[in-house]
């Protein structure tokens, strides 16, 4: 096959047609996120070569001036083309591989070949989340239950460890988890709390700590987080404080989970004056994400997980609202955009990472005014983003156009966009004044300026919330 040779293209309509050429030429495989959250999209070749593109907008992959060049050049280790694209650089490497096998590059990556618009059950994606000597790896894709205890034994002492799971989790997961973990040389203590947002809390963590003091876990032992979003942060608080601090690996079965709260180090309980109040950043040392699991979910749980995959779309990657099918891939892309932006601001010191609160605010506020139960997350965060898409409207001038389309995508996996009567706005008031994202008294609202493009306000007031919601109370045209 003759090499590629693109001049620099410049702008929407002629990347459009690079991308164009490159599929009709290549078979696509999918992609897999890369070292520093980047993207590496798969193509195969007519002679059987696998190619791999990389980037993900301009942050994503930079080449140095020197390095801007067209065609084939032979004197690198491997052959490579680079070409720019609408200010992104992106640079196509010849591999061989063997169809559905798993491979690795000196960067830690992660590959295989799957049939044309996806990837297959056995293939995995690899996202890495930088954070100096404490960098971990997500693992994506099916069939990964089974290789936690194998992956896990790479980067944690093998020994005693607790595995933390819910009453409906451990039922459906747990043994299967727990036979791969054994397997690998871990002993086993398996801590259940009951399913729900009511587990998290001190005196569920203080328990869970307890339990493990009597299995005789130490500083050299380990935690397992096998669940969604509430166990994850259970877990990896009990990690947090359990000897002043122990590793732990989050074994996300949701897509909340999945996509969001796995990834961060965010961990934490909830308070009677407001949710996640008590806490701290403890990173995991490495999270496998098995979109198997994904199966089990019933409708409404799985739906409630669209909500945090919107709110990515709107925040940082717009064009994501028309590509959501291929589910494993669409996992691992979330799990990019979350990894590149904590990687920034790990803390939550630079306002870089409040991005990720689009939504929240008012989600918060009415999930703890219903009562905890009343709204899965998901659903809450939903009549959020609703609110905030508003306020961006009026406040942000964001194009209509684009309000009409998350309010679509919302939709379209049935997630509230109405708040019923009986939840009283003074109520939700009340809770948003103890929420973080309070600062020093002073609202920080995040909203949208443009499809993809957040920012952190500091000009929303509180009548302005208080007209947000109220209009939560009207009926949502998404025609």
Known sequence: MAPLSFERVEGRTAASRLWNELIQRYHYLGYTPMSGAQLRYFVRGNDGRELALLGFGAAAWRLAERDRFIGWDTSQREARLCHVVNNSRFLILPWVRSPNRYGSSDSGLAFGAGKKGGWGHGVRMIVSVPWGEAAYDVHVGGGLLDRVGELAAGVVKVGRCALISDSRVAELHGDRLERGLVAAGFAMTRLVVPHGERSKSLEVAGGLCEGMIEAGLDRSSCVFALGGGVVGDLAGFVAAIYYRGIPFVQVPTTIVAQVDSSVGGKTGVNAVGGKNLIGAFHQPKLVVADTDSLA?????????????VIKHAAIRDFAMLDEMEDLP??????????????AEDV????????????GHTIGHGIENAAGYGRFLHGEAISLGIVAATRLSVKKAGLDPAVQDRIFSALAKYALPMVLPEEVGTADIMTALRTDKKFASGAIRFVLLRAAGEAFVSGEVSEADILGAIEGLRNPVDCA
């Open 329 to 342: 891939a669409l996992m691992a892309r979330n799990v990019a955009i979350k990894a590149a932006i904590v």
């Open 347 to 358: 803390f939550e010191t630079k306002g870089l990472r409040a991005l990720l609160n689009f």
């Open 296 to 308: 089990t979910l019933p409708d409404r749980e799985r739906n409630q997980g669209y909500a945090e």
